[in-house]
């Protein structure tokens, strides 16, 4: 049986494979389906990982020049212990999608 971590994300369950690192030697989230699939929540917030690129909305929470993504920006909420996160900037988000959607919302 596939070992995944699930989350809650504000309504949305995803279901993240793990799989082996041989570099840290441990298990870590297998993001690759979730970036062939971005979802969002039912309220029509995006989802994103923390490295992603920040887009032109970005409001970062410093003044560090190396501050490029989206884990730097006070729009993201992300849960402990995922790369994941949800973006809460009204600008990024898709006011005219209906829950029934986003299908089971689960990512495999
Ligand atoms: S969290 Fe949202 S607003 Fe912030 S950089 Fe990412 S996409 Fe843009």
């Known amino acids: 049986m596939e070992k995944t971590n699930r989350y809650n994300m504000e309504g949305i369950v995803l279901e993240i494979?793990?799989?082996?690192?041989?570099?840290?030697?441990?298990?870590?989230?297998?993001y690759s389906d979730f970036i062939k699939h971005p979802v969002r929540t039912?309220?029509?917030h995006p989802?994103?990982?923390?490295?992603?690129?920040?887009?032109p909305y970005a409001e970062m929470a410093d003044d560090d020049p190396a501050s490029i993504d989206c884990g730097s920006c006070i729009?993201?909420?992300?849960?402990?212990?995922?790369?994941l996160?949800?973006?809460?900037?009204?600008?990024?988000?898709?006011?005219?999608?209906k829950?029934?959607?986003?299908g089971t919302g689960t990512v495999k």
């Open 99 to 102: 829950p029934t959607k986003l």
């Open 75 to 83: 729009h993201f909420h992300q849960p402990h212990g995922s790369l």
């Open 47 to 55: 989802i994103f990982l923390t490295i992603e690129d920040a887009c």
């Open 85 to 97: 996160g949800v973006c809460h900037n009204e600008k990024m988000r898709f006011k005219t999608q």
């Open 17 to 30: 494979p793990l799989r082996w690192d041989e570099y840290s030697q441990k298990l870590v989230e297998d």
């Open 42 to 44: 039912p309220a029509g």
